[in-house]
């Protein structure tokens, strides 16, 4: 089960930090993803951090501005946002795959809940 917490609504240029927080003992297994689907849109692939946290990847076009960590002593993972534009306005999901650096939506068996971000111009 993975517990999101942290959306709302912001101006544009401001910041807001995602969190989602897993069950179970093996989290440390898993990698983590952030995924987004605005409206109308296919859900795409935000960013994941690898097992131990180590290593991080994000779409180009969040690059520079997200910021993903995780905390596997509280089985919890963390998208800070800076610099917020009103494209990012979407669903924020995290996911958790077993695949190392999984990128693809089929590669993630476990969903968070989802949770709203809307950023106004």
């Known amino acids: 089960v993975q517990l999101q917490a942290g959306g709302g609504l912001v101006q544009a240029g401001g910041s807001l930090r995602l969190s989602c927080a897993a069950s179970g003992r093996t989290f440390k297994s898993y990698t983590m993803g952030w995924f987004r689907q605005a409206p109308g849109k296919e859900r795409e692939f935000v960013s994941h951090?690898?097992?131990?946290?180590?290593?991080?990847n994000y779409v180009d076009s969040v690059k520079g501005r997200f910021t993903m960590s995780r905390d596997n002593a509280k089985n919890t993972v963390y998208l800070q946002m800076n610099s917020l534009k009103p494209e990012d306005t979407a669903v924020y999901y995290c996911?958790?795959?077993?695949?190392?650096?999984?990128?693809?939506?089929?590669?993630?068996?476990?969903w968070g809940q989802g949770t709203q971000v809307t950023v106004s111009s």
């Open positions: 996911a958790a795959s077993p695949n190392s650096l999984a990128t693809m939506k089929y590669e993630y068996g476990y």
């Open positions: 951090i690898s097992r131990s946290g180590g290593s991080t």
